[in-house]
Every structure is written in C-alpha cells, then in structure tokens.
C-alpha cells in the first residue's frame, strides 16, 4: 500500500501544476455533485486509498469476528434483563429495543471505524455505527471524481483496480432481510424514513432509485410527517408502508419521541417491518466498549473472542465522579478524548492531544457528570497525502480511519477518512478519499 502511495505522490510531483488543476476541477464537481448538502460539502486530498486483496482479507476477519461478538451482545440483552440494567436506556427506549422484530437479522448494516496500522495490521476501535449508518455516497461520488485525476489515470495504466459497490448490494440485502418478515408481502412498499431537514438526502435519493431499478415502489419519508391508520402506517403522500429502511438515529427519534406517535404505534403495533429495529442501540451507544471489557460480556464469548475484544477495544469508561479521577485525566490528557455516551457526527468529541491544557480542563469540565465517556487514545497510522486547494500547497502526513460497511453481517466495502489533527471530524478537519481494491498489476 505504502509503494503504490508513493508512486502516486511521485507522479503528482512530478506533474504538479497539472495536477493542481485538476484538484480545482475536483473541487468544482464535488460542490456541484450530490456530496454537497445542508451548506457542506465533503473534502478531498489527491490520493485515494488502494488497498490490496491481503487487507481486504483482513478486513472481512474483522467483521466476521466483531459481527459474531455483537450478535451475542444484543440476544443477551433481549433475554437477560439483569444485563440490561448494565446499559444506559431509558424505560421508553428499552421497551422500544425489546419490540419483536419478526424477521432473522440482529444486525441489518452497520459501519466499523477502524485505526488499522499498515504496517504489521495492529489495529483499534474507533467506534461501531449502526443507526443511520451512511457515507456510501460519499465513496460512490469520490470514486467517480477520479476520472478528473490525472495521477490516477497514469495509475491505471500500472495496476487494475475496482471499487466497492454499496448501493444495489445493500438494497439487495434489505430485500434479503424482508424475505425473512413473518408479514411480508409480494411487492412491498418500502420507505427511507429519517428527519429530514438533517438527513443525507442525496444519498437516500440515489438508494430510491436503486430500490425502483430492483423493481421495489420506494418512497423518502419525512418521520414527523407519517400517519397511522387502521393499522396500516401512511407515507406523507398518502400510500401505505410495508417495510422501512430506517435512518433516523435513535437519539433524535427518543428527543422527538411526542411528535412521531404515529411511526412509533406502527412500530410498537407491529403493523410494519422496520430495517433495523430499536435493538441496533444495544451496541450503537458508547458504552459498549466499556462493558465488553468486563464482565459478564467476556463471560458470553469464547476465548478468541475475548482476546480479540482485550487487544481491539480501547479502555473506555464512564467520565463521572464515580468512575474516574478528574485530577488524573486532567493530568494525563494526552493519553484520552471524550465523547458523549449518545451522539453522532463527531459532536462533542475531543482529544486531549488536540487541546492546550486549558482548552483540555474547559472540555473535560462541561463533560464530567453529564453521560460522556473518556477513552484511551489510539495514535492512528499515518500517511502521506496532499490538498491542493488549501495552502500550503505541499505533502504532510495524514491520521487514517477505514469504516468497515457491514451488510448483515458480510464486510461490503470501506469508507476512507483522513485528517490532520488527533482526531477526525466531519465538522472540521475531515478529508474523504475514494476507496480502491487492487485487482492485479499490468
């Protein structure tokens, strides 16, 4: 991976007023594509990731060891109320997550954020996605601005290389899942539902049109908007929903839980087939980390497993009084960042490398005693990359992420994330490169 990188940043070198232009062009179709919305737009740096077959092999071990893990975690959560009272969900949410639903997947789509070292293919958590799940656009449109790259186009004329398919493959596996509903009918109905003066809409346009191409009637629903009626849940435009692909996350439903009555009585009422269910929260909030490194979670998994969990999972645990020194993580600062126990999107996350001490007391002090974890930092594999339309104009080394979609349990492809700061968040400092799998050299 490391040799192909550097070939890339040889030929922009080497070509670079050339390759500078085509980055101003990048950036042009990018903030004319459907990556821009709600006044952002993603960023670019000039060098995709390749990634070879032999850490994509890995990557599939990974998920197939960490999907087995979870599995488990979510049953004995649906079973065991003693283990449920270890979780911090509110009556309303767990009565939500104990909802039947009636079709074989625990787990529908999730997304594993990984720092993989390429190197000797160490690697740590960073954290698992699960509702709302997303940024399939962004590699998808990524992927098509490379044609405007010309050190990829010199690239391809050394090496094959293929890109990940995210889209008919998760519309595929959403209808596998459907197959499975005890309810199900012949032709479903089937409808995006988010909050969508937040929601990625570009990208739910293009899952429609992929739902509609694979013969499906789709429909992108407005949450607030829906309707409940004789037991049957009604879009916004009047037609009657027989499955929901769900991309509201579960903090906003459970901030907005007064005004969505009727999408949750559907949902309460069983008179719908909701992809993914409530049950997904198990592992999307932030303590899980904690509670699979203690028992009675490594009580639950075999020895593999539990070393997988002891060597993969960062040490996470409550930022609270009865859980912590404040003193000794004001004290050890680079050693930690903070997040809140349910959130999304980076928000309210940082890193005490990233912080003067004073910016770092400031953080820690609106956090302690208000649902936040701290968490051991894991200094991510770097490399090096450029971005030619912010100055300096010039190679610097690069923090990586890899977000590992995971469709029903299968490894579907990779979400590629750079930055250039401790952490990586899609408010400030994030890049996104298109995602390659090398097939072959020429």
């Known amino acids: 991976m490391e040799s192909i990188r550097k070939q890339y940043q040889q030929i922009i070198e080497e ?63 649906l079973k065991n ?38 190197k000797n293919h160490s690697f740590k958590f960073c954290e698992i996605n699960t509702d709302g799940t997303s940024a399939m656009n962004e590699d998808y449109v990524l992927n098509q601005a490379l044609k405007l790259n ?58 429609q049109r992929r739902f509609e191409k694979a013969g499906v009637c789709c429909e992108i629903c407005e949450i607030t908007e829906m309707d409940y009626r004789n037991h049957v849940l009604y879009s916004p435009s009047g037609c009657p929903v027989d499955a929901v692909y769900r991309r509201a996350v579960t903090t906003d439903i459970c901030a907005a839980f007064d005004y969505i009555q009727p999408f949750l009585t559907a949902v309460q009422e069983q008179a719908v087939c909701l992809i993914g269910s409530f049950c997904t929260q198990i592992i999307h909030n932030k303590l899980l980390f904690k509670l699979l490194r203690e028992e009675p979670t490594l009580s639950l998994l075999d020895s593999l497993e539990r070393d997988f969990v002891k060597k993969h999972i960062p040490y996470t645990n409550l930022l609270d009084e009865q859980h912590c020194s404040k003193k000794e993580i004001l004290r050890t600062k680079d050693r930690w960042l903070i997040k809140p126990l349910d959130s999304y999107a980076s928000r309210g996350v940082y890193a005490g490398c990233d912080d003067t001490p004073e910016q770092w007391r400031q953080h820690v002090e609106a956090s302690f005693n208000h649902s936040y974890i701290y968490q051991e930092y894991c200094h991510p594999y770097q490399t090096k990359n450029i971005c030619l339309v912010e100055e300096p104009k010039c190679f610097k080394e690069y923090t990586n992420m890899s977000g590992l979609f995971v469709y029903d349990g299968k490894f579907s492809g990779i979400y590629s994330r750079l930055s250039d700061g401790g952490i990586i968040s899609s408010q400030y400092n994030e890049k996104a490169v298109a995602s390659l799998l090398l097939e072959k050299t020429l």
């Open 150 to 207: 010309p050190a990829h186009q010199k690239m391809k004329q050394r090496y094959t290389f293929s890109s990940y398919e995210l889209y008919d493959s998760w519309v595929q596996t959403f209808l596998n899942i459907y197959d499975t509903y005890k309810r199900k009918v012949d032709h479903p109905h089937v409808a995006i539902v988010d909050f969508l003066e937040n929601a990625s809409i570009t990208e739910f346009e293009e899952f």
């Open 15 to 77: 070509n670079f007023e050339e390759n500078y232009q085509a980055a101003l062009k990048i950036k042009d179709y990018l903030e004319h594509s459907s990556v821009a919305y709600h006044g952002r737009c993603v960023r670019t740096l000039q060098i995709p990731k390749i990634f070879t077959p032999e850490v994509a092999e890995k990557y599939k071990k990974i998920v197939t060891v960490t999907y087995a893990i979870l599995k488990k975690v979510i049953r004995e959560y």
């Open 81 to 118: 109320p003693e283990y449920r009272k270890l979780f911090p969900f509110s009556r309303e949410l767990e009565n939500l997550i104990l909802l039947p639903r009636g079709y074989n997947s625990l787990l529908p789509i999730a997304r594993f954020d990984i720092f993989f070292n390429e």
